[in-house]
């Protein structure tokens, strides 16, 4: 099976969790982006708390 195919049945799985388990996608999904969220303030913190000063 070729990268193209196998992109194809990733997709199809997705489509098919997405279409049988709605609820569960759903919190996964706000799981990822909080995920995502504090990684970026975490991220923003530790920029601000750089001294770039000469």
Same mark, same amino acid.
């Given at each position: 099976?070729?990268?193209?195919?196998?992109?194809?049945?990733?997709?199809?799985? =997705?489509?098919?969790? &997405?279409?049988?388990?709605?609820?569960?996608?759903?919190? @996964? !999904?706000?799981? =990822?982006?909080?995920? &995502?969220?504090?990684?970026?303030?975490?991220?923003?913190? @530790? !920029?601000?708390?750089?001294?770039?000063?000469?």
């Amino acid at each position: 099976m070729n990268k193209k195919n196998m992109k194809y049945v990733a997709i199809a799985f =997705v489509i098919f969790y &997405l279409l049988s388990s709605p609820n569960e996608a759903a919190g @996964f !999904v706000n799981n =990822v982006f909080t995920q &995502l969220g504090r990684a970026g303030s975490s991220v923003s913190s @530790f !920029v601000d708390g750089l001294d770039l000063s000469p």
